[in-house]
């Protein structure tokens, strides 16, 4: 089976390069990668294209203009993965806060569904220790928040660590996908869970980012406020398949 797993990069010039090596120390001579970088100011975007050549090309790049945000960033990896043949399709942050280690168990769970979600909300699963009592309590919350407005039979609907079978990503209108911050994580599993799509929890450990700077913003926090209720109105067609 054909893996890409996409990482959308913003200013991850020391995860990178060491995410990559650990990924290819994986006994999986069939995953490849495609960084989406959005002209980060820190070099990754040229980093990405050393590891291209070093890696003759299990490492794909696709460059965008400036910080456009990790929805768009993810759906036009989705594309181009699909495009070139992937049979799954991944999602991985750059800053090794998803376990590498986990990513054979997600490739595992594509045997019994459609995708596959390293979760933070099941028996076994836990968050970094290290995490601020806030963010944990955000984490949280926002997980319940989503989970019960959308009526989401998923523990985890805001973790980003996952692997799509390419199948499911086909049936899914990606050119309808809004959402921008880690809600974009929340419109998927809706979509995917209205047409009938059936989601596997693997639990992993959710490390703090181990080099650079968060993202996270204010901003993305009331996008994923507002947009989880939107959601219930903008997809009211897509029915069971
Ligand atoms: N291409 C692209 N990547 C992004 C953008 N925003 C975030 N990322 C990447 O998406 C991944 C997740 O972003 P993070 O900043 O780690 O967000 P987070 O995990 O919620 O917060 P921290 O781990 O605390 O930083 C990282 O690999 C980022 O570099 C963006 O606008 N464009
Ligand atoms: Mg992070």
Sequence with gaps: MKVT?????????????????????????????????????????RIADELAVQTSGRVDVLHRSGKLGLGSAYIQGFQRAMQQGADAIGQMDADFS???????????????????????????????????????????????????????????VTGGFKLWKASTLRAMPLERIKSNGYVFQVEMNYVASRLGFHACEIPIYFADRRWGQSKMNFRIQVEAAIRTWQLLGMYHDLQKQ
Excluded: M
């Excluded at 991850?12 to 959005?38: H, I, K, T, Y």
């Design 5 to 45: 797993f996409v990482i959308p990069t913003y200013n991850e010039a020391e995860n990178l390069p060491r995410l990559v090596s650990a990924l290819f120390d994986l006994p999986l001579p069939e995953l490849s990668l495609l960084v989406v970088d959005d002209n980060s100011p820190d070099g990754t975007g």
């Design 98 to 156: 998803h376990p590498v280690e986990k990513v054979p168990a997600l490739i595992d769970a594509l045997q019994t569904c459609d995708y596959a979600i390293g979760s933070r909300y099941v028996p076994g699963g836990s968050l970094d220790e290290r995490w601020p009592f806030w963010r944990k309590a955000l984490s949280g919350w926002g997980n319940f928040y989503a989970r019960t407005i959308l009526g989401l039979p998923i523990r985890d």
